[in-house]
């Protein structure tokens, strides 16, 4: 059973950086996409980056502070996070779409989420 495992939420000052780290376990064929969207209280989960057949996407809200990149042989993304600033608070979800091992087509699967708090 595929899982996305996250690590590296926390509290950190504006102006601080954190490191998110997720990690796809479980019997993989393939990896399509993999990235990181966030839900902040009160409003609807949005996108913040994503690597895409090796095309990077960011929001427009994130580019220029925060790198997403992936150890493709792992099946890890890390989204490094610089000159953070309140308004990223909010809880932080990797994202994967993948094809299970013994499968024939693709499926999005999701982490459990770990909370980003920046403090002004």
């Known amino acids: 059973q595929v899982q996305l495992v996250e690590s590296g939420g926390g509290l950190v000052q504006a102006g601080g950086s954190l490191r998110l780290s997720c990690a796809a376990s479980?019997?993989?064929?393939?990896?399509?996409?993999m990235g990181w969207y966030r839900q902040a209280p009160g409003k609807q989960r949005e996108l913040v980056a994503a690597i895409l057949s090796g095309r990077l996407n960011y929001a427009d809200s994130v580019k220029g502070r925060f790198t997403i990149s992936r150890a493709g042989a792992k099946n890890t993304v890390y989204l490094q996070m610089n000159s953070l600033e309140p308004e990223d608070t909010a809880v932080y979800y990797c994202y994967a779409r993948l094809v299970p091992a013994g499968t024939a087509r693709d499926f999005d699967y999701w982490g459990q989420g770990t909370q980003v708090t920046v403090s002004s």
């Open positions: 479980g019997s993989i064929f393939s990896t399509n996409t």
